[in-house]
């Protein structure tokens, strides 16, 4: 078996970014690493290390040569245990010097309570509130969404993490998706996303560091 390492994804643009303004994303992932071993039938593979990994299986006595993409996770996943798990997320609602000013703290978890409570106007109950809504949107996404990367940092997860779950989906046949939102606006009116497909080599598998997962397609 022969298998490569790529990085887990970079976040989907945030809301109201000009994509017009930034850098073309690579088509190509960088390689971290790769490995070739001989793996005997019914062998337990264990990969410590979390990333994207495309796995070459097969190719002996004319059996044809498949790849299997694994997404590899900490054992936190969906959710979120480490102060950087907890920040990551932060990414649609917060600016990019609140984000620098979390990770330097020398009290990451009081900064990030304290980033809340400021949204909250000080009202701990609002706070806590707003606090347990992110995070469960956050999880959910990830559980419902993932593919070869986290579903909070895909496109459908950026209105799910901050809006919540849409009133209603529409699915076509294609493959597209499109997500209603009945009070979304600014001034409280309807809103509407489309999700168009794009052709894909990488139908992940789900691999969590303490065990496998069966995930549906991103």
Known sequence: MRWRRY???TPALPPLTDPRRQAAAPRILDVLDSSATPVAAGTLLRFATIGLYALKVGGQGGEPVRTLPLLVVPASFPGQSTALEVIEPLLYPTT????QAL???SGPKRAI???WLDAAGGDQTRGRDMIRRHYS???TANEVITGHKAGWLTDRGIPYVV???P???RRLADGTERWHYDQAGRQGEAMAFTFRPRSSTLNTCLVKTSGYVPLRPN
């Open 167 to 169: 009133q209603s989906v």
């Open 96 to 99: 990019a010097a609140e984000r």
């Open 103 to 105: 990770l330097k703290s």
């Open 163 to 165: 809006l919540g779950p």
């Open 7 to 9: 990085p887990t994804g």
């Open 113 to 115: 309570d304290r980033l």
């Open 137 to 139: 949107r956050a999880t």
